[in-house]
């Protein structure tokens, strides 16, 4: 098993910047794959951006979000986060993460294993 807890979330203007973390424990954080996906009421859950295992050498950007959403690891704390800029309402969203027991991310939220609670971002314009 493993427990997924995001954070990170809160409400900012059009233009601005919020990081999210996630923070994961019970196996071996390095071994996942970690996703972020997100969710409007009345919408499925979006593909946002993802990161391989161990190193995080290969991450993968949903066309929306690219050059402005960047996805990092960092191994020794069990922690992935989603760095925002120039955010938009559109933007604006419940954000999950979530951890794919793999070395390689998806884009399919089916492939992943765990999820979290998720943290709500509200862009206001």
């Known amino acids: 098993q493993v427990q997924l807890v995001e954070s990170g979330g809160g409400l900012v203007q059009a233009g601005g910047s919020l990081r999210l973390s996630c923070a994961a424990s019970?196996?071996?954080?390095?071994?996942?794959?970690m996703g972020w996906f997100r969710q409007t009421p009345g919408k499925e859950r979006e593909f946002v951006a993802a990161?391989?295992?161990?190193?995080?050498?290969?991450?993968d950007y949903a066309d929306s979000v690219k050059g402005r959403f960047t996805i990092a690891r960092d191994n020794a704390k069990n922690t992935v986060y989603l760095q925002m800029n120039s955010l938009k309402p559109e933007d604006t969203a419940v954000y999950y993460c979530?951890?794919?027991?793999?070395?390689?991310?998806?884009?399919?939220?089916?492939?992943?294993?765990?999820w979290g609670q998720g943290t709500q971002v509200t862009v206001s314009s």
């Open positions: 979530a951890a794919k027991r793999a070395r390689y991310s998806d884009d399919r939220e089916s492939e992943y294993d765990y």
């Open positions: 019970g196996r071996t954080f390095s071994n996942y794959a």
């Open positions: 990161i391989s295992w161990f190193t995080g050498s290969s991450t």
